[in-house]
């Protein structure tokens, strides 16, 4: 049976083909190599807020959704200036606790 209440989770897992985006409250606390399993220190999602998310089409059409990001849309990061903008996500996970205990330090 699904849970039909409101979502408390403040934590959040986008995963790209190549990356993990952990984000606490829409602010990126972590990002993690798929293939090695590392944590990437000092890339440019750290500490950077989620926007929004951005939905590529084939057609050269890109739509916005100032939202909760989702899967098949592409993570756009405000950061200070310098904004990035993901590989389409191919999943939204909930970290387990272990990870999150993990986090590297700010």
């Given at each position: 049976m699904a849970y039909v209440g409101t979502d408390r989770r403040i934590h959040r897992v986008y995963v790209t083909r190549n990356t993990e985006y952990h984000v606490r409250r829409n602010v990126c606390v972590g990002v993690r190599d798929r293939r090695t399993g590392?944590?990437?220190?000092?890339?440019?999602?750290?500490?950077?807020r989620v926007s929004g998310g951005l939905r590529f089409f084939d057609s050269?059409?890109?739509?916005?959704?100032?939202?909760?990001?989702?899967?098949?849309?592409?993570?756009?990061?405000?950061?200070?200036?310098?904004?990035?903008?993901?590989?389409?996500?191919?999943?939204?996970?909930?970290?387990?606790?272990?990870?999150?205990?993990?986090?590297?330090?700010?």
């Open positions: 590392a944590w990437v220190r000092g890339h440019l999602a750290l500490r950077s050269g059409a890109v739509r916005p959704n100032d939202g909760e990001p989702g899967v098949g849309e592409s993570l756009f990061f405000s950061a200070n200036g310098r904004d990035l903008v993901t590989s389409p996500v191919v999943a939204i996970e909930r970290p387990m606790r272990d990870v999150v205990r993990q986090y590297p330090a700010n």
